[in-house]
Nanobody, 128 residues
Framework: QVQLVESGGGLVQPGGSLRLACEAS????????LGWFRQAPGKEREGVSC????????YYADSVKGRFTISRDNAKKMVYLEMNNLKHEDTDVYYC?????????????????????WGQGNQVTVSS
């Protein structure tokens, strides 16, 4: 059974930093792409970032480029999202996602429907 367990959310002031972590189990981690999404109440889930099988292929939403960094540790089966210079509009529930790293998935990584496995969600609040 695949499980994705997130941690690291919380409250931070504008301009601050947070690091989200997601631990995976029950899957062949090395062969899976990992993604981060976020969702506000009543809104569609938004793709934030994606990492291909290694740490060389990384993708970001325009809204977070230059501020967020995705990384993965295949040995520990962990994926991280380092978030810097946080803004009020980054406030959301953040979800970790996983699926086999196919070319189709990587082309469409920002679409939630291409991902099979999801974490439980972790609240990030940016407020002064």
């Amino acid at each position: 059974q695949v499980q994705l367990v997130e941690s690291g959310g919380g409250l931070v002031q504008p301009g601050g930093s947070l690091r989200l972590a997601c631990e995976a189990s029950g899957l062949s981690f090395d062969y899976h792409a990992l993604g981060w999404f976020r969702q506000a109440p009543g809104k569609e889930r938004e793709g934030v970032s994606c990492s291909g099988r290694g740490n060389s292929r990384k993708y970001y939403a325009d809204s977070v480029k230059g501020r967020f960094t995705i990384s993965r540790d295949n040995a520990k089966k962990m994926v991280y999202l380092e978030m810097n210079n946080l803004k009020h509009e980054d406030t959301d529930v953040y979800y970790c996602a996983a699926n086999q790293a196919t070319s189709v998935l990587l082309k469409n990584w920002a679409r939630g429907r291409v991902w099979d496995y999801w974490g439980q969600g972790n609240q990030v609040t940016v407020s002064s």
